[in-house]
Nanobody
């Protein structure tokens, strides 16, 4: 099993960024997927989740209306489109397979002017 996040970087407040998580080693189309994040000195927190077929999504209140989670089962990839970014969105973002639980290595997102 492998989950590889990419797309992180430095972005100005109000900007946008799209993260990708490429999956391999399991049946991606049968797995729910999630994004979590961990800011310095804070616990890891839930950001968004998507069902295996992509029809059901859930978001943390802090990102609702700004972030969009999606997936392409043909490409074994889950995405997190992040808009109207704020300084408090700065964190390491992790991709997670819901069950059995498996985490990616994370990608850093820094929102700063």
């Amino acid at each position: 099993v492998q989950l590889v996040e990419s797309g992180g970087g430095l972005v100005q407040p109000g900007g946008s960024l799209t993260l990708s998580c490429a999956a391999s080693g399991f049946t991606f189309s049968s797995s729910g997927m999630s994004w979590y994040r961990q800011a310095p000195g804070k616990e890891r927190e839930f950001v968004a989740r998507i069902s295996s077929a992509g029809g059901i999504t859930n978001y943390a209140d802090s990102v609702k209306g700004r972030f969009i989670i999606s997936r392409d089962n043909a490409k074994n990839t889950v995405y997190l489109q992040m808009n109207s970014l704020k300084a408090e969105d700065t964190a390491v973002y992790y991709c997670k397979r819901t069950y059995p639980e498996y985490w990616g290595q994370g990608t850093q997102v820094t929102v700063s002017s």
